[in-house]
């Protein structure tokens, strides 16, 4: 077991994070704590999207994980049901549907953008506007315990 204080701004700042796996890399640490989209700093070093999954983080890491707040941002509301419901999140400039997706984890959701379905096939072709609403919703009907 391995543990590292992670550092997410803008966000809830920092905390202790444990990974079961001796050698965690940087991509496992951006899937775990969901921090897609958001630039990575380890050890004051910022870490190169392309080198996440050959990046390993040492034991007792500092890292942070930021996101723009210089404005070159874009925050949407995004309502998950059924799931926790309404929250902003940061999406980059040039946000996709798809990028949305991606961030949150939102596969197999119908999404709902502006009041308006997006098909499944668009996603890479629907921008996401500053100040959406996004819903993403999953059947509620017919599901079986």
Sequence with gaps: ???????VIPGPGARTVTFSSENP??????????????DIILNGRGIAA??????????????FA????????????????????????VLGDDATVA???SQENL??????????????NDYSDTPVAMNAEVFATASVKGNKD
């Design 25 to 38: 890399t940087v991509a496992d640490l951006v899937s775990q704590e969901n921090l897609h989209g958001r």
């Design 107 to 120: 596969h197999g959701r119908d999404i709902i953008l502006n009041g308006r379905g997006i098909s499944a």
């Design 66 to 89: 930021t996101a723009s707040v210089k404005g070159n941002a874009n925050t949407v509301t995004l309502v998950v049901i059924p799931g926790p419901g309404a929250r902003s999140v």
């Design 1 to 7: 077991m391995q543990t590292i204080t992670l550092v």
């Design 50 to 63: 392309n080198d996440y999954a050959s990046t390993v983080l040492p034991a007792n890491a500092e890292v």
């Design 99 to 101: 990028d949305l997706v």
